[in-house]
């Protein structure tokens, strides 16, 4: 069998994964498809999506979102639209995203809950079930990258995520940590499965700039990632520093405001995918 493309659409082959994909509604477009994968929780993977996805739509291209994070989505907040709830098409059973102000597309379980602060007590089957509707049932209009904003781990749902879209690419989020390579090389050993090639690593809250003389504090000890990113064959492509800036910006709702330079690179990496 050819190797695989990850495109359905212009492949002839009958293989597994093509029946475990799920299609767009008819209307829908999305070029490009990037999971934002991290091997534990809280080390930055939706700030980093978010960043992705403002990025690359200041750079011209047509961004959106798909929080997958079910239980603990925190993507609406971030673009300051956390009221907004998601809007039905007249007459039919689709959702359209909620477009932030810089006209980013986005879809999260936090639309359509009847308050923010519900809880989703929900098993792993119907979580995923939910991400897949929000690839088929929402009106994604000319999207040329798509940001998912995984489940953390490695377990039911991810895996389901990954099965189900036609993940073109996957950029992993790391902080620096002891267990670091463990966790990436869990979330490296999960995308080979699956065959979806890896665009490379965001190490997130690398250091600590001095705000009085520019000296980077490792607040975490000295990071190892470009030995692990070296040991995978995969590239560091950003180290991104942590500031109150950033996690004020965040709290405001004011994500788009956020430039930070160090995603240059990585933004490059995901747009060379449609030059
Ligand atoms: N580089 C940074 N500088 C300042 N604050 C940061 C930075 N990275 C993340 N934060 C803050 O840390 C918190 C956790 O980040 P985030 O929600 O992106 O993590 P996560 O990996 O998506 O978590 P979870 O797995 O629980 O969804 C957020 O409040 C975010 O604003």
């Known amino acids: 069998m050819a190797e695989c493309t990850h495109d359905c659409g212009s492949c002839s082959q009958d293989c597994s994964k093509r029946d475990l994909q799920v299609n767009l509604r008819a209307g829908s477009s999305v070029k490009k498809v990037i999971g934002i994968v991290s091997g534990k929780g809280g080390v930055g993977k939706s700030l ?9 739509n200041k750079d011209g291209f047509r961004s959106a979102i798909l929080d997958a994070d079910i239980t603990g989505p925190s993507i609406p907040e971030s673009f ?7 809007t039905a098409l007249d007459n039919e059973d689709a959702l ?3 477009v932030t102000d810089s006209g980013i597309q ?6 359509l809950l009847q308050n923010e602060t519900d809880p989703v007590i929900w098993r792993g089957p119907v979580i995923a079930g939910a991400v897949k509707q929000f690839w088929t049932d929402v009106v994604w209009k000319d999207v040329d990258f798509m940001f998912v904003d995984m489940p953390p781990g490695t377990g039911d749902v991810p895996l389901t995520v990954f099965q189900s879209l036609p993940i073109d690419g996957i950029i992993v989020v790391s902080s620096p940590q002891q267990l670091v390579r463990v966790i990436v090389e869990k979330a490296v050993n999960m995308a080979n499965m699956m065959n979806i090639p890896i665009l490379g690593i965001v190490e997130n809250m690398s250091y600590v700039k001095c705000p009085d003389c520019g000296k980077e504090i490792t607040v975490f000890g000295k990071s190892n990632i470009d030995q692990i990113a070296k040991s995978f064959n995969i590239p560091v492509l950003a180290r991104i520093p942590m500031q109150e800036e950033t996690s004020r910006a965040v709290d405001a709702g004011d994500i788009e405001s956020l430039d930070i330079p160090e995603l240059k690179d990585a933004a490059e990496k995901i747009e060379s995918l449609l030059k």
């Open 48 to 56: 980093v999506t978010s960043l992705l996805a403002a990025r690359v």
């Open 80 to 86: 300051g639209v956390g009221d907004e709830r998601a």
């Open 96 to 98: 359209n995203p909620v």
């Open 106 to 111: 986005l879809m999260s379980m936090n639309f």
